[in-house]
């Protein structure tokens, strides 16, 4: 990969379609596979095979996300989507189990299925990000907020040099249907912005998701595994935060 940016047009702001194929064609974005599509100031990103289960439902139990045993207990083995007549062989619910086929999916697509209100870790296909200078942001795309997904909270900020699957925290919203959501389905987009000059990149800062240097894309998706979506809390040591000065005798 190439580590110059990108001349452009607008050096304070969000990159423009134009701005991104100019990006991607120099190397300063990354995407790979090539973007599904390129919107006026995104890049849409698809859903990937591997996902993890948050919990079980009724287990009751207090989850420790400081402790990786804990984190391994709450979210179990990874698994891999699979083609509708194979999942709904484990869908407890008979009304849903009992449906043939998906309409507008091919019978041997591989899907992942949600149940009312539930929570998983999944991850976008394409390994995507920008070498510093530059910054990057996911959202849910318009459609998959209207049908009651949410694909990342909060936490869909990116950093200078991230470049990897992305993880998503995918939502089942819906309180009282099952959705089924197809391997390669749209479901996000990341956003490209510029920064200053940047004193660390990712990798070098925290890289808590990410511990090779962006430069080297080979090595990063040979190092990718589906374990990698789980969070890692438990890499940092916690700490109690500096004391603040001035306040009330008393207050913490």
Not at 30 to 55: E, H, K, M, Q
């Amino acid at each position: 990969m190439k580590t110059d940016s990108t001349e452009l047009s607008s050096p304070t702001g969000i990159y423009s379609d134009r701005e991104i194929a100019a990006a991607l064609a120099g190397g300063h974005i990354v995407c790979d596979p090539a973007p599904a599509r390129i919107n006026g100031s995104s890049v849409d990103v698809t859903l990937g095979y591997y996902f993890y289960r948050a919990g079980r439902q009724g287990a009751g139990k207090l989850f420790n996300p400081f402790d990786e045993n804990d984190v391994r207990r709450y979210f179990g083995e990874y698994k891999i989507a699979k083609p509708w007549h194979e999942v709904r062989r484990r869908i407890t619910d008979q009304g849903v189990a009992s449906i043939d086929s998906i309409k507008g999916i091919n019978d041997n697509h591989p899907v992942i299925v949600l149940r009312p209100n539930e929570r998983i870790l999944a991850h976008t296909h394409e390994f995507i990000g920008i070498l510093p200078p530059g910054t990057t942001s996911m959202q849910a795309r318009s459609t998959t907020g209207r049908i009651g997904i949410s694909a990342c909270y909060c936490a869909g900020w990116g950093d200078p040099g991230y470049i990897n699957r992305w993880t998503m925290e995918v939502h089942n919203l819906n309180e009282n249907e099952y959705i089924v959501l197809p391997v390669g389905y749209r479901i996000a987009q990341i956003v490209f912005s510029t920064t200053g000059p940047v004193a660390t990149e990712y990798a070098k800062a925290s890289g808590n998701y990410q511990a090779n240097i962006s430069a080297d894309l080979a090595a990063v998706k040979a190092a990718w595994r589906p374990w990698m979506l789980l969070p890692r809390a438990y890499a940092s040591p916690v700490e109690l935060p500096q004391p603040v000065a001035g306040l009330s005798e008393g207050l913490l």
